[in-house]
């Protein structure tokens, strides 16, 4: 049921979601993946109460039109795909109810004549028939395919474009391993129900008025002997289907947590081998995977009763039809054909009528997982474009902070208060301040991941929010904290935010971030691979990788996260004319606790505790810089 979707490649989207951005990855909180986590998604008690039949097909209902209202919209350009494979699956029905016709008055031929006369005719249709519906089955199946699988692309597409809107928040609540299973597993389940769920659905119903047609023709009363055990059918779907239904969330919610325990783990495994605390990883991922084998057991054992139930029932059918059937026959009013006939239509009939009790089953299952890509697609992106918002970028990187307030959605005493200062086109201004106390999260504001509480922040004299969210992000170039590497070439690498940058300007740049000699040095230079996070790259080597992907951004508006973390000495002193020499045409806002700097700096500000503080020379313990000292402002 579950074949393995692209899991790798999701994953690596998910992980990469921070580098587009240039999200910190290493200031947002941990991916902590506790079980309970991945099971939040708070699916209905849809079918949790008691009641009859009608109840639960009411439930069962409700939940089918509440994934098609949410999910429909997107199988736009497969539905007349959609419409012809229905077409085309009626048609093998319709076919299949005339060869069932044909081989009873076949049967009643060779009873009446014995000679091959009657078979020739007959026979000849029944070919025909067959051929019909061979043809339409296939065309119909493979359509249905073509279609469930572009309507598949289509929703993971659609999430994951919605999933890059939204905050560092949301991928703090929520683990990457478990947004993966969401965009796999999930979405293949929401699928199986929407898409080619209907059309089988339809196509189910449509053979059932087939048959249950041609059951009603031949013999009315003997038709009912197999109404009447309906109910009990009915009675069983109901029991087995509310019961699946809890299984089914327990399930997606037990799986999210596998995938995402197994994400982490594997991500980790550096860090447990050091430890040797491999045992208590493995532990961890065994009791996950043992509460999901046990959930999918049920789960085996619920759906394993189904079909015999019906095949139980099928046969106390037909066993009562044959024994009416005798009767009929010995009084006359039956011919052998007729009875073979009927009872061949009745085994037809359970087997759409089979596919229909299982797709009910399927729906509740789909729910859960509906529930969990809706919980997705229903978190707002925190920060959103006011309209009319400016499609003009900002030309010369003028940062005015006003009275800036912030705190963390759900965290009241973190984040920053009262924060003013001015950094002007072509001038660098250092912040420094205590680790926490708040420098980074001051950057998260300037792309607008988060928006102030309080205050106003402006580019140009233009607030933030004023500015279209892809404009205002081409305009400031943000060097996170922790440098991302990405699957990729060295070059792609630094390219990543200038795509069309040009060779000779790719090494310049490299040049500048003091790269160009260990990149010289790589085995393929700038046509390396590099793994995902670049594990064969040292944190030095990393960080100038992702300095020199900066520089090659041209815009007006620079800020960086300590550049210089994990560079020794010499290279920040080789580091310093290029970054003078980036500064100078641009307004820069530099966070740093490295001295070494100070002196680029026309203005220095200390940051403690969120607020802004007085007299940071002194206290960065300066030999007097050649540069005016300016306090805050
Ligand atoms: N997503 C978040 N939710 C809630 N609190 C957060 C979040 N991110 C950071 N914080 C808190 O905000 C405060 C400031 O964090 P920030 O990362 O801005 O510090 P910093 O000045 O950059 O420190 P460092 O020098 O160590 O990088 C810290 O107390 C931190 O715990
Ligand atoms: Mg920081």
Redesign the pocket.
Known sequence: MHSQPPTAYAAEALGALGAPDAL?AL???EPDAPESDAGESDAGESDAEPGSIAATARAARRDFRQLLARFWPLTAPDRAGLAVALLLLVTAAAADTVAVWLFSDIVDGLADSGGLAAFWAPARWWVAAAVVGAVATFAGAALTGRATERFLLRLRDHTFGHLQRLS??FF?KHSVGDLVARLSADIEVIESMVASGLVQLLAAAVSVLFFGGAVFLLRWDLALVVVALLPLLLLATRRLSRRLGALSRDERASNGALTARLEENIATVGLSQAYGTQARHADQLHRVGRRWMGIRLAQNRLSALYPPLSDLLETAAVLGVLGMGAWEISAGRLTVGGLVGFATYLGFLFGPLQRIGDLVLTVTSARASGDRIAEVLDTPPLTTDRSPASRLPARHGLLQLAGVDFA????PG??LRDVSFTVRPGELVLLA????????????LLPRYYDPTAGRITLDGVDLRDYRLDTLRRSITLLP?EATILTGTVADNIAYGSPHATPAAIVEAARAAGAEEFIRELPKGYRTRLGHRGPQLSGGQRQRIALARAFLRDSPLLVL??PTTGLDRRSVTDLLPALRALASGRATLL?S?DVALVPLADTVLT?DR?RLVESPRDELALPTAGRPAVGVG
């Open positions: 910190d200031d947002a909180p560092p928040d703090a963390y959605p759900g965290a973190t984040g301040g205590p680790s926490g106390a708040g420098k980074s999260t001051l950057t998260r904290q996260d300590e966070i606790h940051l969120g």
